[in-house]
């Protein structure tokens, strides 16, 4: 557990704020950059790291939690560490079973029924996640204030998605069977989370999170309709009340990011649920995104294809350079438009990075 002198009330004072400081519509003095699943498996030496242990032993043993998150940051000139952990960790501490199997991902053997919804235990589900506060506790004084700290949780749906399928799906047909035959039951799940999902991410801001992405990776899945009845209103909630909290609790507002993948069908919807920041994938046109969100006061994310760091170093410098110019630079943070790949090259990362950090602002 975490020492006396390492608590959450002495940090290290930041020295680079510049995606804070996007995120709340101020200049900063470089365009920030971060890349979802940075601290992943395309790192060669957390595949080493992973020989020596377990997934879920990583997640769970905050010294373990923090050297992974420290892996990018210390290869990278990244504007910001994001907490080595998984969004399926809530399921888990709702009692289900939750496996990583080697070449296939997360499996959860025994899904969520009818029958069985009844046993998820949600009483101190927040407390049994203690351990992802305690890393990040660690890994705030482990940064020794080199870049703000993401934590980060997985949206009601997609938690709903995974927990239903039993894993990764390529439809979700069974999860979405539940909102179509079932949408009490289904608002009763959604409302569950709901109120989970902001109970661990207001606990993560108490233990030293300066910003929270939530990732609703699955959202591409639903149609507008369904967005509208079975996830902006649980987003909007887990918004408000993170804040509401934090304010009883006398913490500081940390920036908020919405992920909604694939959800270009409610983009100006998402901008009204007290988000900071959206995150855009990269299936969307920057103009499109920065017109449907005009007078919006809301900064985005994103959204370089994830597959163009394999194209040739010029070319990707190109690439970037032309996404900055359409999105233009003010509220903007760079990032790709989904999590980078496994096999991504990690030269292509630093080109990246420097593309971006060497543009004027
Ligand atoms: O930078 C980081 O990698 C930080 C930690 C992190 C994050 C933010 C991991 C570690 N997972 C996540 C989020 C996550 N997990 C999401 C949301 C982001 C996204 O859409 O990509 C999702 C959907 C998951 C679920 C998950 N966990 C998958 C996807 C499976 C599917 O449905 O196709 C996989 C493969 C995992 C395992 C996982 N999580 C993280 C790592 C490094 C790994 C690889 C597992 C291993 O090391 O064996």
């Known amino acids: 557990s975490i020492t006396k002198n390492m608590s959450a009330n002495n940090f290290p004072t930041l ?3 510049r995606i804070l400081k996007a995120a709340k519509g101020e200049k900063p003095d470089k365009l920030p950059i971060w890349i979802m699943r940075q601290a992943g498996r395309y790192l060669p030496e957390f595949m080493e790291f992973r020989k020596q242990h377990s997934f879920f032993e990583i997640c769970q043993t905050p010294s373990l939690a923090c050297e992974v998150t420290l892996m990018p940051i210390k290869r990278y000139d990244l504007d910001a560490a994001i907490i080595f952990s998984d ?3 809530i399921p888990q501490a709702l009692g289900m079973i939750v496996e990583m199997r080697p070449g ?3 499996v959860l053997p025994e899904p969520l029924t009818l029958e069985n919804l009844k046993e998820l235990n949600k009483e101190g589900a927040v407390s049994r996640l203690q351990y992802v506060g305690e890393a990040i506790t660690l890994t705030r004084h482990k940064l020794e204030g080199k870049v703000p700290l993401f934590g980060f949780s997985g ?3 997609t938690l709903m998605g995974y927990m239903i399928e039993g894993g990764g799906s390529k439809t979700l047909s069974k999860a979405k069977k539940w909102l179509y035959a079932y949408p009490e039951i289904s608002h009763q799940l959604l409302e569950l989370l709901t109120n989970v999902i902001t109970d661990y991410l207001v606990m993560q801001i108490q233990a030293g999170a300066q910003i929270i992405q ?3 990776s699955s959202a591409e899945y639903l149609n507008r309709h369904l967005y509208a009845k079975f996830c902006l209103p649980y987003l909007k909630k887990i918004a408000s009340g993170i804040r509401e909290k934090s304010t009883a609790l006398n913490l500081e507002q940390v920036p908020l990011i919405l992920f909604a993948k694939g959800a270009h069908f409610s983009l100006a919807e998402q901008a009204d649920l007290g988000y900071d920041v959206l995150g ?6 920057p103009n499109h995104v920065r017109s449907t969100l005009k007078n919006k006061n809301i900064t985005v994310q994103g959204n370089l294809d994830p597959c163009a ?3 040739p170093k010029e070319e990707l410098a190109q690439m970037v350079k032309d996404m900055v110019k359409s999105f233009g630079t003010e509220r903007y943070i760079v990032n790709l438009g989904h999590g980078i ?3 991504a090259p990690t030269e292509a990362v630093q080109t990246f990075i420097d593309a971006v950090h060497s543009i004027p602002l």
């Open 309 to 311: 760091l394999y194209a």
């Open 15 to 17: 020295k680079n704020d």
């Open 341 to 343: 790949y496994p096999d």
């Open 104 to 106: 296939v991902g997360p």
């Open 155 to 157: 949206a009601p749906w």
């Open 280 to 285: 855009i994938d990269w299936t969307m046109n």
């Open 87 to 89: 969004i399926l960790v």
């Open 214 to 216: 939530v990732f609703d």
